[in-house]
């Protein structure tokens, strides 16, 4: 699977210095608080949930254009929340594959997903997705929100 560079920043410094560090591969750049990390592109999904997510398909007796869109919005205790839901792609969405599953998600949602994997799961406490995401810094918890 090819990778894809990220770059975290929150202040000072130049575009021209950040793209020097860049170019010298350095992955913490001092006084400008900002690391590089590389991610897979893809939101991948484990065996358990690409299964699942067809016998959902099959139930509800979705379209095969549709596609499963994984998308972050605002809200929960922590800040971000995901959500699953079969729609159409639209213009500008990015689209995978993974484990036979078609999944899309807008540019901004595309920015928090980097490197997610998502996981189906029961257990005592009930069943359901379960978001392995990299990016976050913290969550709920009831761990259905999470912070950047």
Do not use: W
């Not at 130049?14 to 590089?36: K, N, Y």
């Not at 005592?124 to 997705?129: E, N, P, S, V, Y």
């Amino acid at each position: 699977m090819s990778e894809i560079l990220i770059l975290y920043y929150s202040r000072g410094g130049s575009v021209a210095q950040l793209a020097r560090h860049i170019a010298r591969g350095v992955e913490e750049v001092p006084g400008m608080q900002a690391r590089l990390r590389t991610v897979p592109p893809v939101a991948p999904v484990t065996e358990t949930a690409a299964a699942k997510i067809r016998e959902i398909r099959e139930s509800e007796a979705i379209e095969g254009g549709y596609a499963l869109r994984v998308k972050v919005m605002g809200g929960g205790c922590s800040g971000f929340q995901y959500d699953l839901y079969f729609d159409e792609p639209a213009e500008g969405d990015q689209r995978f594959v993974s484990n036979g599953v078609d999944l899309v998600c807008d540019q901004m949602s595309f920015m928090y997903l980097m490197g997610t994997q998502i996981d189906y799961v029961e257990g005592l406490q009930g069943a359901g997705f379960k978001f392995g995401n990299p990016n976050t810094t913290g969550s709920c918890g009831c761990g259905s929100s999470f912070s950047v």
